[in-house]
């Protein structure tokens, strides 16, 4: 099997909606947000033209640099902006910082070079963003031949919620027909809460019916992609910038101008960095997930069972027949037996193709008469295949079950508009590597007050905190013994930002307040807006400001991807032959590759060290180290760092200290035997113990006891010479009274007190 490039141009996929705004009204700029009794300067006259060294540049031409003048009159309005933001804010930032990134920004000379900005979080870059825009905007609307020369933006951010506040304040004051900033989207709850969504049965995406919907004719959401095809400014999340570079980014990367053509927007802000290799994965869920939407049309389009039911069964012929094949297909004959071949490349054999071709009848159905019923897996699907029939190859991983993986190659540059990337941890991150040549990287940090950052690692195997380790029943309760003696050890007004999995954030945050005080656990900083308390979890406080109170930072994790995604993020960093060198290593030294082996590959170990380093520093940035005004310690504490990404991490700090608790956890080995199980049930030792756990001393015959917990009279009297229950015993006050049959338990006055 063999290899190939997608060149797919014919597949279309569903249009992306949007939300909306264009070119401001007459609002003095010193009432947006401008705290300031003086306006922002407008030094423009009526013989502009002659000072513009030497012309405006034309959009025709593709991207030209801008005149001396239009530099010096963006620089000043932008940084006019800038400085009222942070005194109505009552925050320091650094302005020659920014005034120098802004200037390098205005005076480019050519988008064959994305700019990378590692400015670190909390230096102000969503201020500087907002005062840019605003910037812009002033002077599009002041001169049509500025409206017409920079064209316009598209700015690409991570959530929703922060695009429609941006366009909130872009928008203000302009007629509902000639927008700003459209906010391109689906259904959303931020768009809901805005209104913009007119029907008050739908809550939630899936709800939406689009042009189905009885209020279609007069719903926002409907008209933001006709809307953003002339409006200044478009933004989108993350992840509709990346569904759109699938299909083609000329709907956002062109604007229609007042001169009635289309012109290439001048810049592309993003906020963060983002997936700059394609990879599209496709495996069983994929193919149900397209299955199961096909069901859903049933209501959304009113199509009829039996229309649904020939959809299914297409599918099922032409994608889950091929996709099965090849699964039984990658695996070696062995001694003992047919074995899966964990990774390798997959290719489509000319025979294959042949046997298969109904798939082409299905797939042009899709893309033509049937593109109304096409959904996103299947969109996926569809690329995947139509880059195997191509004669494309693709990554396959049996790791965490059959995947084929469509990498394409990273792109940061789109069109001729100039990318503009913030990422602040792009020094540390591997995914550059296969666009250094395209990339210009602005490292130099903004002034910020003296901090000092202070890592306690507890280095003992049982801090272990994997996912895997995190299953283990005594984990719990030893991590919340410790996280609650980091608490109680604290300062009186210290706050932490305690973060893990998400699977985790609730039912430890429950486990915490029920083995606090309440002065304690009111130092733990929670998610907002939640129906029970919960703590942060990984993926969830992405660009948070909403935790830079504290002081002390507590992960309880770390954000491993599983291995099949690294598998694929590797080749996308490095290129496919990296692993297969390494495999092709492997392979002469022993007759197969075992899951551990691939964890083992050094190209996955650098590339997962690189990526928990960014991360962790990620989590940390969201305590106070991000307020640029902090001078004081933060406190971060680590549960058995992994050893590379912690080495890494420390080098991004620089002057960090380091704190080692390598001591095994007092009464581990009680704690291990409590939890213990025997045939799905917990031991005898676990059952005392629990039962002690919640004894409130009333006195209890010994036989009772017995009986109630299960335990033969053979078996207590083994357990009653045990040194750990003779510990336990002790530490409960258990007192013996009686003897023989007659003897019962009571508990000390001391502790019943």
């Known amino acids: ?175 509902e027909d000639h927008p700003v900033m459209v906010s391109l989207q689906g259904w959303t709850d931020s768009g809901s809460r805005r209104g913009l969504c007119r029907n008050p049965s739908v809550d939630n995406y899936e709800a939406c019916l689009r042009q189905q919907c009885p209020y279609a004719g007069k719903c926002p959401i409907l008209h933001f992609s006709e809307d953003a095809k002339t409006a200044p400014i478009v933004g989108m999340t993350q992840e509709r910038f990346c569904q759109l570079r699938e299909q083609g980014l000329d709907s956002v990367l062109y604007r229609q101008c007042p001169d009635g053509q289309k012109h290439p927007r001048r810049y592309i802000l993003l906020d963060e960095k983002f997936q700059m290799a394609s990879v599209t994965a496709v495996n069983a869920d994929t193919i149900n997930d397209a299955s199961k939407a096909f069901s859903a049309l049933i209501q959304k389009l009113d199509l009829t069972d039996q229309r649904v039911c020939g959809l299914q069964q297409r599918l099922d012929r032409t994608v889950r027949r091929l996709f099965q094949q090849l699964r039984y297909d990658l695996r070696l004959d062995t001694e003992e037996g047919k074995k899966d071949i964990l990774v390798g490349v997959l290719t489509l054999t000319e025979d294959m193709k042949k046997e298969y071709a109904d798939y082409f009848r299905f797939r042009n159905f899709m893309v033509q008469s049937g593109k109304r019923y096409l959904n996103r897996s299947l969109s996926d ?147 907002a807006d939640r129906e029970e308390d919960t703590l942060p979890y990984f993926n969830g406080v992405n660009g948070s400001n909403a935790f830079n109170e504290a002081t002390h930072v507590i992960l309880v994790g770390y954000p491993r991807l599983p291995l099949s995604t690294y598998l694929a993020l590797v080749c996308a960093a490095y290129g496919m032959s990296a692993i297969e060198t390494e495999l092709e290593m492997y392979l002469s030294q022993k007759d197969k590759i075992t899951q551990n082996d691939l964890w083992q590959l050094p190209s996955v170990q650098t590339y997962m060290a690189h990526h928990l380093a960014a991360r962790m520093e990620q989590d940390i940035y969201r305590c106070a180290q991000r307020r640029p005004d902090f001078n004081g310690e933060i406190h971060v504490h680590l549960f058995l760092p992994p050893r590379d990404a912690y080495r890494l991490l420390k080098e991004r700090l620089p002057g960090a200290t380091q704190i080692d608790e390598d001591e095994e956890p007092a009464n581990l080995l009680q704690l291990k035997r409590s939890f213990r199980s025997y045939q799905g049930n917990k031991t005898s030792y676990g059952r005392l113990e629990s039962f002690l756990s919640e004894w409130d001393g009333e006195e209890i015959s010994v036989t009772q006891l017995r009986e109630q917990l299960g335990i033969s009279a053979a078996v207590w009297k083994d357990l009653m010479k045990d040194n750990d229950v003779k510990a336990l015993m002790k530490k409960h006050g258990i007192v013996p009274v009686g003897r023989a049959a007659n003897r019962k338990w009571t508990q000390s006055r001391d502790l019943c007190a």
């Not at 909606?17 to 300067?41: C, K, R, T, W």
């Not at 407008?42 to 991207?63: E, I, K, M, R």
Request: charge should be negative.
């Open 1 to 175: 099997m063999a290899s190939f490039n997608n060149q797919n141009s014919g597949l279309q996929f569903m249009t992306a909606m949007a939300s909306n705004f264009n070119v401001a009204g007459d609002l003095p700029i010193e009432d947006v947000h401008n705290p300031s009794n003086d306006a922002v300067q407008t030094d423009f006259n009526a013989d502009t033209s002659a000072t513009l060294h030497p012309v405006c540049p034309d959009p025709d031409v593709g991207y030209q640099p801008l005149s001396d003048y239009l530099v010096a009159k963006l620089l000043r309005r932008t940084m006019q902006y800038f400085k009222n933001f942070c005194a109505a804010r009552q925050v320091e930032l650094d302005t020659k910082y920014w005034k120098r990134y802004t200037r390098r920004i205005l005076e480019t000379q050519s988008p064959d070079k994305a700019l990378v900005i590692s400015s670190p979080a909390g230096s102000g870059k969503s201020t500087w963003m907002q005062s840019f825009l605003l910037a812009l905007r002033d002077v599009m609307k002041e001169q049509p031949e500025f409206d017409l020369s920079l064209v316009g933006v598209v700015v690409v951010l991570q959530k929703v919620e922060d695009l429609n506040e941006l366009a909130d304040l872009l928008n203000q004051d302009c007629a």
């Open 381 to 527: 699907i569809l690329l995947v295949l139509d880059h195997l029939f191509q004669g494309g190859q693709c990554l396959f991983t049996k790791t965490e079950g059959f995947t084929i993986h469509y990498i394409q190659p990273p792109q940061i540059l789109f069109g001729n508009s100039l990318s503009i990337i913030f990422d602040a941890t792009a020094q540390v991150d591997e995914d550059y590597q296969s666009v250094t040549h395209l990339s210009t990287f602005l490292n130099d940090e903004p002034k910020r007050t003296e901090r000092k950052v202070v890592f306690t690692c507890y280095n003992h195997e049982s801090f272990n905190v994997t996912k895997t380790a995190m299953n283990w029943g005594w984990k719990l309760p030893l991590l919340v013994r410790k996280i609650s003696q980091i608490v109680s050890s604290s300062k009186e007004n210290d706050k932490f930002f305690v973060c893990t999995y998400k699977d985790y954030s609730v039912v430890l945050a429950k486990e915490l307040k029920t083995s606090m005080s309440p002065n304690d656990y009111k130092k733990i900083l929670l998610m």
